[in-house]
Structures are given as structure tokens and as C-alpha cells.
């Protein structure tokens, strides 16, 4: 059973479980993984727990910490006196469960096959990571959240797993999420999976024993990505029309488009495409309603006061999308706070804007 | 040189030079040959020409005729008493040089080689292919354009060849286009030539031969840019998050999903990627400035009164820009109107919200 578990020198916490876990859409995992990563102490009584959920392609790995000094996603967040202050809170940062970095996925090795799950995989919703995350948290004595936290996928998972466990959730903060998804942001995601589909080296997700990656076609899909992470009016001003100097090409030509193939070559190694394809689909399956009679029904499920935060320039999950879950949480009279930030970093403001959000998430925590 | 003619049964127009033709980028074309359709009659005196300029995917089939019934793209704005009125004027439609449709492009016959020009045509800018349709208006006897109007690349179109031709053009519309192309709509265009270098079906440019032709990537290509074509709104409204009943699926599962996939296919087959390459690039190329010491003094060769139309819902070239160079011609002391259409229909604009399109070109022309 030991392929099962992500490789040994990864430097995550480990929290592995056999009691089956039915899955929203009809199958079920005999056993269950997820890795971790903590900072902080958990208090005596266990009631300092912060949980973050990460976007689509962050690991947990959010801050350094002894056992891998790299920078984290959101280093200057999580810390002594931080946006999440380490001598406060015990900070966990959870990777996924279908995601790549530790935890079951696409890639981990199945017992019954002793080949990787890949596109047998089952399908995920939100809710499932959400229910898998509870069992973690469960298992480590925790049975309040002091709050969770998430931006993008990880806006959505904070939703959604007050919405699963309203009262063993004390607050919590949705950035940059929505309570469903609308047609546009699924039609980028369509098109990013169809990328992949179409790579001869995706081999239908049988890629794993292959001498070539569909490392290719990972690198556009995440392009395609990019430009809905930031602003047109960012790139106006970081770019403009610059050249990089090489000529003309279809390649890299412009800077945006440097920029652009930087940007997918860096994930494109790093990131499984079948997690890629089943965590989009959990992304675009997403409401807050799914399962219910009514999305009203479905947000009435939260009662934990919280803050929803938004963008102004967010073109993937628009500013209004934030406000209207916040609206829809006031209007079932539930203590729902809301911040715009007027910001040219669009989607990614979260990890650019770094004070800001840190100084919502302090003044929010301490209330 | 028959070889260098398109299929004599396309009920096109046929312009044909073999005066060498200089391209901006330093190449020249030692002939050269453009199809067109064209309704109405050209006056006595050659006085009531009016060019249609076309977007990047649309042929000179504008409207019906006799040689072709099949309804044009643009079938309710030409023809009698129609926004460009045909008891006035002689309208004609041009497929742009590079292009697939019946003009010189990479699908024609190269006679040095006796294989199609393929990735070995030569670079081209949006002045290029102002200058070869200006031989071609030349060659019926016209000398000065009454109008000329295009949306969207034909947009640009119009802008360039009233800058190249000041005293040729007596007035001109441009409809949702740009005096220069910025960043992000570089950057779509950018993962769309991606997507096509990837496709080993695209063979580097080389597939005339071959019997799969790269058409799944010309369908991914070309639904990336029908996200850009509409807007989140119009999408919100027209598919919400209805499914298809198809079941989950990592293909068309939602209806926008459905919608993108027939959009994808419709257009794979029809054009060449080739010219797609080549076309899309001079789009990023195109500023009014290019080759000017500054933008501009590109911008003030433009003389003719003109009428800028932009749409609030544009994802592509964003209203801003339309009234930016709406701005810059009116501070050149340039007659110059501007008018914003508030429609969800977003880019396609000028397509679907036909009679208001109409009206503003009626009016205007009638000035």
C-alpha cells in the first residue's frame, strides 16, 4: 500500500485514511490521502485552526517552514504577525484531494492496477474536497474551525465547506471566488481542457510511462489561463506594445507573449494534466446549489459569519459574482461582510496585493 | 500561372497584377491576385464606391447574388434601401490578400515551387493588404472611394487606408477596431497560433498534402477567440449553466460548451491555418503608427471625415480604444464622430445588432 502514498522525500505532512469515501457523483475511494503543510501551534483546546484553501495549480506549500525553506505562494502572509499570525493561528494549508502535490490524485498508483489511476480517476466536485479536507481536520482532533480561507478554487471550497459544516466553522473569507459558476469562466476552462485532449502526448491521460509530457499542450492551456489571471489594463501599462527584440514570429515577438511562454513553460512540468482536467471540471460543476432543490436552498446551508472579497478587474470570476453571494448570504441574514479592491492585478490580486488582503484578513480574524 | 488562380468554380471576382508588389516587411510579390464581390453599379463618373473591409474570418460573401444565393454574413445591410444602399451605391467586398478565399495566400500555388506558398508566405502587415486592395479599386477606374467601412480587422482596414490614401477616401466607418493593437488582445491571438504550431497534423505549415489537415487545432484556435467574440453577459443570459444531458464529460457537457464545440468545428474546415498565422500576426502588428517616428504622427495622415463606432460589451478591442482614436483624429482637427452601441452582443456586435449598424451607416454616408 505503499505506492499509494505520495514519494517519501516530499516534505508534507501526511494524513491517510481506509474508511471508504463515497464520492457526489456515485463512486467511491476505498482509502483516502492528503498532504499537508502547518505553521503555528494548535492551542490547547484546539480552537486556533485556520485552514487555506489553495487556488487550482498552488501546492500547500504557502510559506517555507524548516523541512523546504522555498518561498511559498503567499510567504509574506502566513507568520508571526502576519495577514494569518502564526503566534495565533495553527495554519494549514491543504493540497487537494485529484490534485498533484501529495495528496490521492490522478497520478498516485492504484493498488488494483499497480499502474497510475489517470484517467480512471473518479470524477470531483467541490464538495469532495471539501469533505475530504473535514476528515483531515477531523483527524486532528480539530471540531471547530477558528476560520477558513481561500482564493479562486480556494474562494470556493470556503463556500463550500461552510455550507457542508456550518457549525464547525467559526468565519470564514471567500477571495476571488463565486457561488457558481457562470458560462464564460467554464468556456476558458473548456477550451484549456480541449488543449489537452488534442496533445497526441496527452494519449487519452496514459501518459505516465511515456517518454514525452504533454508538456506542450500544458503550456498553452495555462497561457490561455494567464491572460484571465490579470488585467488588460495591467498589461497596457507593463507591456504596451514592447517587442522583445527576436523579429517578427509566431513564437515570442511581443513582450506579453515572452511573458505568456514563460509563464506556461513554469507550470507546464510541475502540474499533472489529469489533475488539471478533473479539478477544472470540479471548478465549473460548482454551485453552491448543486444537489439542493434551489441555489437559494443551497446558500442557506451558511450561517458562519464571514467576508467575501472581490476585484475590480477580475475577468474570471467578475466582481459582481462576489458581491452577489455576498448579497444572497445577507439576504438569508447571515453576518456577510464584502470588500472590493480596486486593483489592476485582476484575478492574482491576492498574491500581488499582499498588504491589503493582509490587513482584511487581521481586521477580520480579530473581530 | 493558372495554378496561381483560385478554383475557377468560387463565383468570386478576379483582380490579377503581375506588377511586383513591394510588402512593408521587405519582401516583394512579383504577382499578385485578389477576389471580390461587389452588388450594385459603379456610376458614370466612378463616384459611389463603397469598400466593405472583412474580419479575420469572413469571405467578400457579404450578401447573395446571382453567382452565389447563399446568404452573406452581412445579407441584411446590402441591397436596396439597405444601410449600405445598393440604389446608391457600388459595394464591394474584398477577401484580403493572405487570406483563403479566391486571393493570393498560403494555399495558392506558389509557380517557383509548384507546391502551395504555405509557411513560406511572406510576412504581411494590415498596410499590405490596404495597398493591394487599393491596386485593385484602382484597376476598375475608381480613383476616389466614396466610403470605405470594415469591423474588426476590416476595422483597422479602413483606418489604414484612409491614412495611406488621405485624398482617395472621401469618408470611412470603423466599427469596433483599433488605431493599435494592445497586449491582451495580442496575447489571444498569441494561444491561438499556439495551439496551431502544436497540432502535429499542422506539419509546421506543411499539410496541403496530407490527408488529415489540422483541424483541431484550427476548432480550439477558433473557439478561443469566440470567447473574446461575445460577453459574459450575453452568456449569462443566453446558456447560464444549463447542460446538455450528455452526463459528465471533460467535452461538451454545458450548453456553452456545446455552443463553443459547433463554433470550433464550423470554422475548421473552411479556413486555412496558414493564413490564420499570418493574418492573425499583422493584426498584432497593426498600429497607425508602425513605421512613423511616432503613433501620432501615424494617426495624422488621416484626413477624411469618419464615424468610429465601438460597443461597451467588447471583450477583443474594447470600447476605450475606439474612442481613443476617436480622441486622437478629433485633436488632429479630423471630422470625427463616435457613437457607443450598449449591447451585450459584445465584439460580433456589428452581426447581430444589424439595424442599428444600418441606421448609423445610412445616416452617415447620407452627410
Known amino acids: 500500500m505503499d505506492d499509494q502514498l505520495p514519494p517519501a522525500d516530499l516534505p508534507f505532512q501526511l494524513y491517510s485514511d481506509t474508511e ?17 503543510e502547518s505553521w503555528g501551534e494548535l492551542n490547547e483546546d484546539h480552537s486556533n485552526a485556520v485552514v487555506l484553501f489553495t487556488g487550482l495549480s498552488a501546492s500547500s506549500h504557502a510559506r517555507s517552514h524548516a523541512l523546504n525553506t522555498a518561498p511559498g505562494w503567499w510567504e509574506a502572509m502566513i507568520g508571526p504577525s ?6 495565533k493561528y495553527f495554519v494549514l494549508c491543504i493540497n ?4 498533484c502535490f501529495g495528496s490521492l490524485g490522478p497520478a498516485t498508483i492504484d493498488p488494483a492496477s499497480d499502474k497510475p489511476y489517470g484517467p480512471t480517476f473518479p470524477p470531483l466536485t467541490i464538495r469532495d474536497l471539501a469533505k475530504a479536507a473535514h476528515r483531515l481536520i477531523r483527524s486532528l482532533g480539530i471540531t471547530h474551525l477558528y476560520a477558513c480561507i481561500g482564493a479562486s478554487l480556494g474562494g470556493m471550497l470556503s463556500l463550500e465547506y461552510a455550507a457542508c459544516y456550518p457549525d464547525q466553522v467559526n468565519r470564514f473569507i471567500s477571495i476571488s471566488g463565486t457561488g457558481r459558476t457562470g458560462p464564460q469562466s467554464i468556456a ?3 477550451v484549456q481542457r480541449q488543449v489537452i485532449l488534442n496533445d497526441p502526448a496527452y494519449h487519452d491521460g496514459w501518459f505516465y510511462d511515456k517518454d514525452e509530457r504533454p508538456t506542450k499542450s500544458m503550456a498553452v492551456a495555462r497561457q490561455i489561463g494567464n491572460i484571465t489571471y490579470r488585467s488588460r489594463q ?3 501599462d507593463r507591456f504596451g506594445r514592447s517587442r522583445t527584440g527576436n523579429g517578427y514570429s509566431f513564437g515570442p515577438d511581443f513582450q506579453v507573449e515572452s511573458y505568456l511562454h514563460h509563464m506556461g513553460h513554469k507550470l507546464a512540468h510541475h502540474f499533472d ?3 488539471f482536467m478533473i479539478l477544472t471540471k470540479a471548478m465549473d460543476l460548482f454551485s453552491l446549489g448543486y444537489g439542493f432543490s434551489s441555489y437559494r436552498e443551497g446558500v442557506a446551508r451558511i450561517t458562519s459569519p464571514n467576508l467575501i472579497i472581490g476585484v475590480t478587474t477580475d475577468m474570471l470570476f467578475p466582481i459582481d459574482e462576489q458581491e452577489a453571494i ?3 448570504l445577507k439576504n438569508e441574514a447571515v453576518d456577510s461582510q464584502f470588500l472590493a479592491l480596486d486593483s489592476l492585478s485582476g484575478h492574482d490580486s491576492f498574491l ?12 477580520f480574524l480579530r473581530e
Open 96 to 99: 487537494h484531494l485529484g490534485g
Open 234 to 236: 495591467e498589461w497596457e
Open 352 to 363: 500581488v496585493e499582499v498588504e491589503f488582503f493582509a490587513n482584511a484578513i487581521q481586521n
Open 273 to 275: 494534466p489529469n489533475s
Open 188 to 190: 476558458y476552462r473548456y
Open 82 to 87: 502576519c495577514g494569518l499570525d502564526t503566534n
Open 20 to 36: 471508504p469515501f463515497p464520492l457526489v457523483m456515485g463512486r467511491t475511494l476505498d482509502h483516502m490521502h492528503l498532504s499537508f
Open 326 to 328: 455576498h448579497l444572497a
